[in-house]
Structure formats: C-alpha cells, structure tokens
C-alpha cells in the first residue's frame, strides 16, 4: 500500500514525497481513512509508530481551503508537554508545505500575550497543552466554537499528569458535532470513560495488543546492590563502544542534574532536561542532542514522553518506574521506526514490586532477577565466564585507595578480598575499585541476559 491508495490530496503526496515517505506505517494505513471519512477514531498504538502523520495528514486534507477567523482556531490537537507540541508543529511545517494552512503553538514557559497575538491573526490549528489553553481562554484570547476537529494525543500520559480534568472541560466547551480523534498506547479505565463520554461511535484501531513493549529493542535487567552503585553502572553501561546516544530516565527530578554531573566528571558528553528549566534551554538541550553533541539526555518520563528523536541506541532506566506502563513508553524511545535498540533497567531488590508490575504487564519475566539473590557485579567473578579476558583492577586498586587515609580503621585494616564483606562495604569498593574506568572495568560479563 502507498499514500496514494489512501486518497490522500496531491499537495500532500508531493510534501511526503519530499520526505521520502512512500508507504504509510499499520497506525497510518488504519487511521487515515476513517478520519477522512469523517468518523471519530479511538487509536490504539505504541511510540515511534508513526501515530502523528495518522491525525496530521487527514486533518490538513480536510481543513485544506477553508480559512480561520480571529481567536477561532479550526482544528485543536491538545498534547501533554510542550516538547512533543513543538514535535507535532514541525510534523505540520514539513506535511502542509504546499498548503495555505497556519498553525499556532500555546504552551507554558513563554510570552502569553504573543500567543495570544499569533491568535488574533486567526490560525488553523492550534496545538496546545491544557493548562495554557484554558488559561488563554478564561482570559478571552480563544473562542472555541469553530473548532470542527479535536485530537488528544497521548491521552494515557495526559491522564497520568492530572490533565483529565482540565481535558474534560475543554471537551465540553468545543462543539458537540466535531469530530473526534484520542490516541493512547494503553487504556486504563479513565480514559475509556472519555472516549464513552466524548467520542460518537468511534472507529477503534489498535495496531499491538495494549501495553505491550515495542519487540524491536532489547530489554536487559541490571541488578544492584544498593541505589548508591547506579551511579558507576551508568556511566559503565555508557562507556560501551556500541552506545551512540541514550536517553536516561529518572524518576524524580532532583536526581536528574547530579547524575549528570557525575557523568560529566567521567568525560562523558551528557546533560539533563527537566521541567526547572525555562523553554529556551530545553529547546537547545534537545537540539544538541538531536545533533549528537550530547550523548546522554538525562531527564524524566514527564519531559520526554513524545519525544521523537530517530537512532537512539539506548535507553538505560536509571530507576525502575513507579508505573509499569511507563516502562512500555520509556524504552520506546528507541527501537523506533523499525529499526532496533537496547534497554537497560538499573534495580535492587527494593524494586521487587515494580518489577512484578511490569513482568505482569508484559507477560513474561527478566531472565536475570533472582528473588531475594543480588550479585555484587563489580567484585565477583563469574564461574562460566573465563578469568583472562579480566583486566586485573582489583589487586592494584584496593592498595591506592587504602593508602589516601579514609576515617575507616576496619576496612583498611581488612585485605583486598575479606571473606564476608557486607553488602554496604561491597558496594563501596565496586564503585571504588571501577572508577573512571572504560566499559565494564571488573563487572562480570554475563549479567545482562535479557529476558528468558
């Protein structure tokens, strides 16, 4: 199948050719039709599917000719953060290239009044995040009633930020006869109640079976004695030959600029990405990134979800996710497109129900978890893994950190390998012993597996 089986318009057959997009993608060839048709659409499908073009190429045929008055947007796309907003609008420039359609972006962390001026001059479409919108609105810089068209996109992470509130009233204040677009890669209960509530009779496509992780990317569990090893098992993971970019979640923001930090004491090119930083940083932070003068993007599912960037090797889970589908939209991040990428998920044994979570959510287990068994990785050799191919960092590293007076009588006093170190003191040598160290310094070879 190609575009033009979709009796897409001419003016976009030549932007997508442009492109060089031939063929539409499962989410693309499914969606497009129905929305042409004018019937509303519940669309069920992972990132990096190509769910954007599947809303954006039918909406801009069918606005195509029409003209927009004075605080009367035609069309509304609402999305959970600026980032994937600002995603959508370069979707918009590169589709509607031969078209004469504007477009606006209305999000927080810039001027107001010159959105509300874009406004005033009548756009298209508009793109916009829900607590700026209604903002905007009660201050009597938006009408809603032209709007013909309103998509939610990312619905399930809307819901996960609070928005539900604020997308139902925006709901209620547009048009009951427009038509109506949602896409989510799951649908948890709420948002099943808005597509009930809001949506009449909608074409519902799902393209993978709900939850499930892309199965173009490698998914490796990496054990952890404590939270403070997490650190050196990053950088370890990022020093691998094979990494070319990665994107490292955390799950609270405060965590976010040490560990970037630490990673650039180490010499690597990482920063973070947090929603303290005002819109002019994080544009140029993702701008690097995008251009490969930041190899790490430190950051969390909040400022990343819809992020679209191609070629990420690799997506390391810093913290295991709170919320088992966020590990479905974190690893996402690459394996995009087609193409294929490697997941790593830092954990102790304290993340046992996190785990339970998501191996429920998938169907199947991390092949590495060992109930209630952690392996020191720094310090142990693995009995199936040959001894010569270790470089021998142990035996004169222990002498030259012991040397530098730590306050610690009793673990200088005891030799390089005691007998029954604890886990604690065992933690602090691993991180002590690799540091600064290219690859995997001492960790035994064989821990990542995969899943089994």
Known sequence: MTFKDLNLSEPLLRALADKGYTEPTPIQA???????????????????????????????????????????PRALILTPTRELAVQIGDNLDAYSKYMKLTYCLIYGGVSLPEQQKQLMKGVDILIATPGRLLDIFERGGLLMMDMSMV??????????????????????????????????????????????????????????????????????????????????????????????????????????????????????????????????????????????????????????????????????NYDIPMNAEDYVHRIGRTGRAGSTGVAYSLATKLDDKFLDAIEELLGKKFSERKAGVLKDDNNKQSSSQPAQNKKPVHKNAKPKHNAQAKPKPNHDAKPKHSPKPSKSTQDDISEENNDGKKGFGDDVPDFLKGFG
Do not use: W, Y
Request: glycine residues 6%; proline residues 4%; positive net charge.
């Open 151 to 316: 998509v939610l996109d990312e619905a399930d992470r809307m819901l996960d930020m609070g928005f539900m509130p604020d997308v139902e009233k925006i709901l209620s204040l547009t048009p009951k006869r427009r038509q109506t677009m949602m896409f989510s890669a799951t649908m948890p209960p709420a948002i099943k109640k808005i597509k009930d509530q809001f949506m009449n009779n909608p074409e519902v496509v799902q393209i993978e079976a709900t939850s499930s992780a892309a199965t173009t990317v490698e998914q490796n569990l990496v054990m952890c004695a404590s939270n403070k090893a997490k650190d050196q098992k990053t950088l370890n993971l990022l020093n691998q030959k094979e990494v070319e970019s990665a994107f490292v979640f955390c799950n609270r923001k405060r965590s976010i600029d040490p560990l970037a930090k630490f990673l650039k004491t180490k010499g690597v090119a990482a920063e973070g990405l947090h929603g303290d930083m005002n819109q002019s940083e994080r544009i140029k932070t993702l701008d690097r990134f995008k251009a490969g003068e930041v190899m790490a993007l430190i950051c969390s599912d909040v400022v990343a979800r819809g992020i679209d960037i191609k070629d990420v090797s690799h997506v390391i």
């Open 30 to 72: 499914a969606s497009i039709p129905p929305v042409l048709a004018g019937r509303d659409l519940m669309g069920l499908a992972q990132t990096g599917t190509g769910k954007t073009a599947s809303f954006t190429l039918p909406m801009l045929d069918i606005l195509n000719g029409g003209r927009a008055k004075a605080r009367m």
